[in-house]
Each structure stands twice: as structure tokens, then as C-alpha cells.
């Protein structure tokens, strides 16, 4: 399973949503930062990502990963071993969610790339919104070309939600990052800095 070079954390402060009935509730103090999980130390071929043979000699830095049994350096292990060791809740979703009920934070269910893939819309208040897009595309190449990598589980599934992302981001003017690429690793400040 590969890894984000970066990972984005969502923060949420829970003193707002304590105690307050659901009607009182007022827009959850939402914010981003961005984890480094490690960066490949050279670039690699990518031709794998299009079932089209569309990135010849294409070749890009990201996909190492910190649940690799000799993790590469500089990855941030011990910050995701709780994450990594325990089980967690999870809680099934077969549409979208809105995490707090204020369109805040909205779970978008993007299958495609597994049959259970979603992205990830949040709302800042100073920042505007950032569309999260998880390993629906993996880089710019596949979200502007509709690229879909050959180990993908769906190709129609996959083509209709980076064209459903696209849609969200031009109607709500949000910016798309696209975790696997380093070109998008400046748009959210490094933990413990945070967008608001």
C-alpha cells in the first residue's frame, strides 16, 4: 500500500461542539496542516498511472511509504503508530458525509481507485476551501487528463469522480490538493503551523 509524501490533518476545535444541541451548534474552527510521511529519493517512471500509455518518460518524486518494513528516511513513523497499531471506529459510508452537519468538513465518496475511495472537502474560514483528493489522482497529470492508473479497481467509476471533483472545485472555487504531489506540498503550512 503506498503512502502520501504529505499527509493533511484536519483540525477540529471540539470546545465549540461540546454540549451544544445540534440546532445551536455554530460552524465547527476548522483547520489543515500538512504531515510529512517521507519522499522517494529519486524520481520514478509513472507510466503505470495511465491505462492510456499517456505519461511516457514521465517521471515524478513521490510514493514511498512509513508502513514499509525498513521505512526511508525521514519518514515521520512513530507520529502515525498509534494509527498504524490499534483499530480504530470506522464508520461505513455509502454516500457523502458532512463530518459536522455545516458543510465544514463533507466526506465525498470518489470510488474508483478502491470501490470505497473518497476525497475530502473542507471549508476554512480565513483560507476558502481545499479539495482533498486522496488517491483518486495521484498527481496533476491524472486530474487534468482524467488519467487512470492500470491497478485502479474501476475505470468508468474513476473517470466519474475526478470529473465529479472537478465540478466541486469550479462551483465552490475550492483549491484541489493532490497529496501524492510534490508540486502541492507549499499550498498548506507544515504542522504545527495550520490554515484557517
Not at 500509455?53 to 525498513?70: G, N, V
Amino acid at each position: 500500500m503506498r503512502r502520501a509524501p504529505f499527509l493533511f490533518v484536519v483540525g477540529v476545535c471540539a470546545t465549540l461542539l461540546a454540549g451544544l444541541p445540534a440546532w445551536a451548534q455554530s460552524p465547527a474552527d476548522v483547520t489543515l496542516t500538512r504531515i510529512d510521511c517521507g519522499t522517494g529519493a529519486t524520481p520514478t517512471d509513472v507510466g503505470r498511472f495511465s491505462d492510456t500509455f499517456a505519461y511516457k518518460d514521465l517521471k515524478l518524486t513521490f510514493w514511498d511509504q512509513i508502513t514499509s518494513p525498513t521505512p526511508m528516511q525521514g519518514a515521520n513513523v512513530a507520529g502515525f503508530k498509534s494509527w498504524i497499531d490499534e483499530k480504530r471506529k470506522v464508520e461505513p459510508l455509502t454516500a457523502d458525509k458532512d463530518v459536522f452537519g455545516d458543510g465544514t468538513v463533507v466526506v465525498l465518496r470518489a470510488p474508483g481507485h478502491t470501490p470505497g475511495h473518497s476525497a475530502l472537502l473542507v471549508r476554512l474560514k480565513d483560507t476558502g476551501p481545499f479539495l482533498l483528493t486522496g488517491d483518486a489522482v495521484h498527481f496533476h497529470e491524472n486530474y487534468e487528463k482524467d488519467g487512470v492508473p492500470v491497478f485502479n479497481f474501476d475505470r468508468a467509476q474513476t473517470v466519474a469522480s475526478i470529473e465529479r471533483m472537478k465540478q466541486i472545485v469550479g462551483n465552490v472555487k475550492a483549491t484541489v490538493i493532490i497529496q501524492h504531489d510534490l508540486r502541492d506540498i507549499g499550498k498548506l503550512p507544515a504542522f504545527p503551523a495550520a490554515a484557517k
